[in-house]
């Protein structure tokens, strides 16, 4: 049995709904918010992670220059080396094809070009890398011959060779009596070439170093010869142009002679004794007169106009002609 009254009130509630009915809200994302932009971030580093593992892995199998950097990499954002010019004068070829050296540079050892100046120098341009190249090959050369000088079978006439780290004072002991002087001389005059070349590469556009090789008999223990550089270099030239020739060794001075400087637009070093190895105690212009009052080798004792006393090396000074110069 059905009430009507039951009916009308659930029916009346039905409709009204007002106690029960629960009204629609939208929903809140406030949390799901919170959870994509982790997964993002995440995401995002995940690539990045990737990304740079790859660009490792492809850095590590691909050339590079030294910064770890692909090729292409490098040469963009490296900076242009500057290049470096040498000038070597032409007497350092000498017995030698110069064409034959210029083809070497060029092609073997990357030098950019190789032109002649007015004074017939080359003039080298090349980088930084390729110099160090070519220092490194001039000093193989320079030991090579220093080996070859120590051999007994090759050169039974010297005795021991010293020589410093620098490659610019060179002492060669002789046993004079195995063998005629000029065969010292031309193995000296290879050494003498060889260590003055080594020191325009090494001083590139700094002042070249001297060089000095001196020549010691074992009996006596004098300087027989000695080879300096720049005042020697034509005359070395010389020699190697043309070994068999005789080359004349200029005349020593005597004491009570008086000599003039000869070194032209440079000057020449007065110093405390008779070695190159000696402190300089004075600066002697081309023109300067100078008396003798001892001998030692090629080596001067003189007093300067001032009457300071010191050494200069024969082969920068001439015999005073006096006022009929």
């Not at 980088?127 to 090759?154: F, Y």
Request: net charge negative.
């Amino acid at each position: 049995m059905i009430y009507v009254e039951d009916y009308n009130e659930h029916s009346s509630e039905f409709e009204t709904g007002e106690d029960n009915k629960t009204p629609y809200q939208p929903r809140s994302y406030k949390n799901t918010k919170g959870a994509g932009k982790k997964k993002s971030v995440t995401r995002l580093l995940a690539l990045l992670l990737i990304a740079l593992l790859g660009i490792g892995i492809f850095w590590y199998f691909s050339d590079s220059r030294g910064l770890g950097l692909p090729v292409w990499l490098s040469e963009s954002f490296a900076p242009e080396e500057e290049a470096v010019q040498i000038e070597l004068p032409e007497a350092l070829f000498a017995g030698k094809d110069v064409e034959e050296f210029t083809a070497w540079a060029v092609e073997e050892q990357g030098v950019g070009e190789i032109t002649r100046s007015d004074e017939g120098s080359l003039i080298i341009t090349m980088t930084a890398e390729v110099r160090g190249s070519l220092l490194e090959e001039a000093e193989n050369n320079l030991e090579n011959i220093i080996t070859a000088l120590n051999d007994e079978e090759q050169h039974p006439h010297i005795v021991d060779i010293s020589y410093d780290g620098a490659y610019n004072n060179f002492y060669l002991v002789v046993n004079l009596e195995q063998t005629q002087s000029n065969r010292v001389l031309f193995a000296a005059s290879e050494l003498f070439m060889q260590a003055v070349y080594y020191q325009y590469i090494a001083a590139a556009a700094d002042p070249v170093r001297e060089v000095s090789i001196s020549i010691k008999d074992i009996d006596t223990g004098s300087v027989t010869e000695q080879l300096a550089y720049p005042g020697d270099l034509n005359r070395v030239a010389a020699i190697l142009e043309d070994p068999e020739a005789l080359i004349e060794v200029p005349t020593t001075p005597q004491p009570g002679d008086k000599v003039i400087v000869r070194t032209g637009p440079d000057n020449l070093n007065l110093r405390g004794g008779p070695e190159i190895t000696y402190l300089i105690i004075d600066i002697l212009s081309s023109g300067t007169v100078l008396e003798v009052t001892g001998t030692e080798g090629v080596w001067l004792k003189v007093i300067t106009p001032e009457g300071l006393e010191g050494w200069v090396h024969g082969d920068f000074v001439e015999i005073y002609p006096g006022d009929d110069e």
